[in-house]
């Protein structure tokens, strides 16, 4: 089972420059989340989607981009990446349902990215 | 930011229960208690959630206090692989997919 899944795992870059996280999930989930990790911190979610075609702003949007095409992928776009954005990235995905409301949140390894 | 409290750090030792304490000051009668833990560099990962009786599962067990304002995980035999940050998180029913992290709590299984 691959549950959710995202690339790359380790992304180094320079000051300017954009790239896209991306996160897929084969759960079916409707809603997907991107959080940021700095050292030490807990998550602080960036964007996130309750289906496809849409997306929400969370805590930190600043400087990043989402779109949701497709129920199984949620891209994360930096357009000009900055030193502030390094960070440890994670996605999540999760449906509401049954008992007690469940919304267990499934969370991928993590995309661990350096803005030099 | 984050609406929960909990104590910075704690050890345990191997085999013996763990009480990880948590403090829902301003929970509202919608919101459930979630925990979930994260293991050293990995995606955190859910454990058990809660909305006002006391809930067991395989991993461990929640107890919320009557007026809930506060909780308690149990990991009633704590293992090395339990060693992880543990955060408590109060998740009102709608919230779909956003989740406000606190710093949570770094939990220490010792031999």
């Known amino acids: 089972n691959a549950g959710v899944t995202q690339t790359p795992k380790f992304q180094v870059l320079k000051t300017g420059q954009s790239m896209t996280l991306q996160c897929a999930q084969d759960m079916n989930h409707e809603y997907m989340s991107w959080y940021r990790q700095d050292p030490g911190m807990g998550l602080r979610l960036i964007h996130y989607?309750?289906?496809?075609?849409?997306?929400d702003q969370g805590e930190v949007p600043n400087g990043y981009n989402v779109s949701r095409s497709t129920t199984e992928d949620f891209p994360l776009r930096l357009l000009s990446a900055a030193p502030s954005q390094t960070s440890v990235y994670f996605c999540?995905?999760?449906?509401?349902?049954?008992?007690?409301?469940?919304?267990?949140?499934?969370f991928g390894a993590g995309t661990r990215l350096s803005v030099l | 930011d984050a609406k929960t409290t909990q104590p910075p750090s704690m050890d345990c030792a191997e085999g013996r229960a763990a009480n990880l304490p948590c403090n829902h000051s301003?929970?509202?009668?919608?919101?459930?208690v979630y925990w979930y833990r994260q293991i050293h560099s990995q995606g955190p990962q859910y454990i058990i959630h809660g909305l006002k009786n006391n809930e067991t599962n395989e991993m461990a067990s929640l107890i919320i206090t009557e007026d809930r304002k506060s909780s308690t995980l149990i990991l009633p035999h704590a293992t090395l692989r339990d060693t992880a940050v543990y955060y408590c998180?109060?998740?009102?029913?709608?919230?779909?997919?956003?989740?406000?992290f606190g710093g949570g709590t770094r939990v220490l299984v010792k031999p």
């Open positions: 999540a995905s999760s449906r509401v349902t049954g008992r007690l409301a469940k919304n267990i949140q499934y």
């Open positions: 989607s309750v289906g496809a075609g849409i997306t």
């Open positions: 301003t929970i509202s009668g919608n919101e459930y």
């Open positions: 998180i109060d998740v009102p029913q709608a919230a779909g997919n956003k989740l406000t």
